[in-house]
């Protein structure tokens, strides 16, 4: 059975730094990228990175490049998410999602979100940044 679990959400004050986990389970070859998805309040859900689980390849969005590393470890089969800097509106639900061969890492980011149910999502985990 897919499962992802996210992990390492809280609390941080502006300009801290939180790292998030998704460890990806029961997935086969027809699954080829994965990524984080933030939704904050009143908001909807849009792409924050996204990595490839068979190159180098991976997206950022405009607004945490240079924030945020993503990474994925292929013998954990787990993605981390590395966010610095962080700012206030980094608030919200952060989601793990993965996707079949049909996206590459920018096309599962920038999918629109009438298509998000083309995707598997975890159950998310807040994130808070605050003073």
């Known amino acids: 059975q897919l499962e992802l679990v996210e992990s390492g959400g809280g609390s941080v004050q502006p300009g801290g730094s939180l790292r998030l986990t998704c460890a990806a389970s029961?997935?086969?070859?027809?699954?080829?990228?994965i990524g984080w998805f933030h939704q904050a309040p009143g908001r909807e859900r849009e792409g924050v990175s996204c990595?490839?689980?068979?190159?180098?390849?991976?997206y950022y969005k405009d607004s945490v490049k240079d924030r945020f590393t993503i990474s994925w470890d292929n013998a954990k089969s787990t993605m981390s998410l590395q966010m610095n800097r962080l700012k206030p509106e980094d608030t919200g639900v952060y989601y793990c999602?993965?996707?079949?061969?049909?996206?590459?890492?920018?096309?599962?980011?920038?999918?629109?979100?009438?298509?998000?149910?083309?995707?598997?999502w975890g159950k998310g985990t807040q994130i808070t940044v605050s003073s």
């Open positions: 029961g997935f086969n070859q027809d699954y080829a990228s």
């Open positions: 990595i490839s689980m068979y190159d180098p390849s991976t």
């Open positions: 999602a993965i996707g079949k061969r049909t996206f590459n890492v920018e096309g599962l980011c920038r999918m629109h979100p009438g298509y998000y149910g083309m995707a598997y």
